[in-house]
């Protein structure tokens, strides 16, 4: 699978949009981006993939650039509940033997 | 109707002893997986199964032994428990690369 690069750490105020870039420069033609949330002590929790095209879901939109080398995660009207890690990863839709590798993530801190 | 569930949720131990994390999805999937995360919180794979069948295992002690009866269980049973084996262990299961988490058991070996 290939790599993704995510800033540290970003905050955001509540209510306005937040953006979280990853650039995944390495990625094969046949991957997909996948974006995931932490939030504390909780599992994982799916929130959005795409492959070429934006995407948007009752969650989040994901804006994917036109070479596939980066894309942003955008949580339109962000709330105090959108505090977590956010997990960028590239990986092969439909195989069983693609695992997902999780980075270092973004921690994304809401402001009130 | 929790979708990916694990039990305990927490398993304070002593060193040396064995025990055992049980997790069981009733979503239909066919692959279900466990992760590490330590205290620095990075998500590690440990193991996956493809329908009861051992197909990732991440250089991981063989004290570590997963057990898959069926495709809706897969079980982690770890033998004589060492302080480094603290940590939170997520049981995880997929379909067509959406991935579904258990909350997670939380181990402390003392």
């Known amino acids: 699978d290939a790599k993704t690069t995510q800033p540290p750490s970003m905050d955001c105020a509540e209510g306005r949009a937040a953006n979280l870039p990853c650039n995944h420069s390495t990625i094969s033609g046949n991957e997909y981006v996948y974006w995931y949330r932490q939030i504390h002590s909780q599992g994982p929790q799916y929130i959005i993939h795409g492959l070429k095209n934006n995407e948007t879901n009752e969650m989040a939109s994901l804006i994917i650039t036109e070479d596939r080398k980066s894309s942003t995660l955008i949580l339109p009207h962000a709330t105090l509940r959108d505090t977590a890690v956010y997990y960028c990863i590239v990986r092969v839709a439909d195989s069983s033997a693609s695992k997902i590798i999780f980075g270092s993530g973004t921690r994304l801190s809401i402001r009130p | 109707d929790t979708a990916v569930s694990q039990t305990p949720k927490y398993l304070v131990t002593q060193m040396g002893n064995d025990k055992s994390i049980k997790c069981e999805q009733n979503?239909?999937?066919?692959?279900m997986y466990w992760y590490k995360q330590d205290s620095k919180k990075f998500l590690k794979i440990m193991f996956s199964?493809?329908?009861?069948?051992?197909?990732i295992n991440e250089t991981v002690p063989n004290r570590f032994s997963p057990k898959s009866p069926d495709k809706a269980h897969l079980n982690l049973h770890i033998n004589s428990l060492e302080l480094g084996d603290s940590a939170v262990y997520f049981c995880a299961s997929s379909h067509l690369g959406s991935y579904t988490f258990g909350s997670g058991t939380r181990l402390t070996v003392v």
């Open positions: 199964y493809n329908n009861k069948e051992l197909i």
């Open positions: 979503l239909g999937h066919d692959t």
